[in-house]
């Protein structure tokens, strides 16, 4: 609760030494970002709303286990970034570095998944060009995978910034924490994504 | 304290896998439409709500913050069943 | 110290608020892309519709290549004052200069093709018209990364401003790198005709375009204010040194 109250450098962070929360600007990205990935769930929904069999027929052809481990593949994930978020507001260094690493490691599993999903599809001729579904389909995978990706480079970044520090300070602090807030919105929007494409056409 | 907040975060972690397969599970197999979709847009919700939460500790955060996410998800959850189910 | 540092300031920060409605005027209505084409008409239709609106597409389109200019000034305006705000070197101020200023050809060569194709359709074989417009309309979208570049790099470099109050609030940071990051969706625009992702689409020309010119209209509004600022600053004798 009280995070910061004992590191030394909560210094020079007044809201840190009183044991405020500090505001993270990157909710400001966070909210446009929902916002942006909202309308983008409208207008699926709403071109959806045009052709519905053929919407539900093409949903049928995704392969929902895939999408199912990848759900799981980032809230596991997501559940070592915060773990290791904790671990850095006790001072924890090396606990922070292993937990950050166990979630690479954990998270580059739903690259994987999609590179082999892509390729499955595009191996069965099924490009953005086949329908107005995969279409969508590659358009707000692709876009999420965007963010999955500068999620992970800041994940990988702050990890090798663990190697080169002995103490961790505030401002270490902050970009770890801001760098986890996105990465739960890559999850937070993947829960989404995962019902509405894979979901809603499992039984078509 | 330290060890309280991370089995919070464990909890957190195995509920979000349950509700996920249960989920997956609904959609599989629960053939009574719309219910089952329903159901996966509700549990959607729930998982959303506990990443927002438990992992981005959401009720740490300004009142603009809690209420613009809560707002979002619920606006999300209820137009993709609404629109779904007027298809 | 210079007598003034920040002398012309607000001329560079003026010429963006300046050309947004002059734009919307020109390349928006004028130039009829309120609404646009779409890119599933066939020849025939789309051509009489240029034949039909020719002159106006004209008059607009002149417009809007006369008013282009000040697009790189408002970019050297973002840089200069991003400069007052830099701590370690100006390469983001650099970025934002460039990314900002090659935007002035997304703007004038399009709009160069545009009056082409309305400069005499009525002579024109439709599908001529049609490629050609086409054209314009790729150059347009999908060069987006020389615009992204320079949005992202002005989020960045304004965040990291060391002021207790920054120059430019945080959400208009955040707002130019979402928008910037946001045109990505324009990949999918040459893959379809029709629907939400092609050139006339909900996505990628309604809410592109409009969150475009949110990010636009925002930060031309608080960069003249930051002016203002720096300069009401300077008199009083304190600067950020």
Redesign the interface.
Known sequence: ?HRGKDLPDALGRPELAAGR?P?QSI?IFL?AD??SF?LL??VF??E??GQ?VLFAESAHRLN?LLG?GN??IL??G??L???AV?ACR?GSVDRTRRRLVAAIVVSSGFAFVKIFEYGSKVGDGITPLTNDFYTFYYALTGFHLLHYLTGMGALIYLAVLTVRVHEIEARFTLWLESA??FW??V??LW??L???LY??G??T | ??RF??RK??V??LT??VV??T??TI??AV?I?PL??AL??AL?GV??RL??Y????LN???TG?RV??NA?LL??VL??FG??S?? | MKKNPYRYYRFLTLAGIFMLPATIFFWGVLGQNVPPYSASLSADAFAAEIIANASSIRIGMIGQLVVSFAYFLWGLGICKVMEATEEDNNVLSTIALWGTGLTWIVFALPCSVWLTVAYRPEVMDPRTLQMFFDFGWFFFDNSFTITTMGMVAMGIGFLKDPREVPLMPAWVCWLAICVGIGFVLEVFMPLVTDGAFSRSGLINYWIEFSAYFVYWMATAIHLDKAVVRLQREHAQGKGLA
């Open positions: 609760m929360k505001f909710w909210v929902s916002v909202g769930f409208l929904m709403v959806r709303l519905p929902a199912l759900t799981l809230i596991t997501s559940w970034v915060a773990l904790a006790v986890a807030l739960h919105v999850d937070l829960i989404f995962f019902a509405m979901l809603l499992v039984q | 304290m330290k907040e991370e975060l464990g957190a972690w979000l896998v996920t397969v989920g997956f959609a599989e053939f439409k089952s979709v996966v847009m959607s998982k959303a990443v927002l438990r992992f981005m500790e740490e955060a300004p913050l613009f996410f979002w606006i999300c137009m993709i629109l779904y007027v298809a």
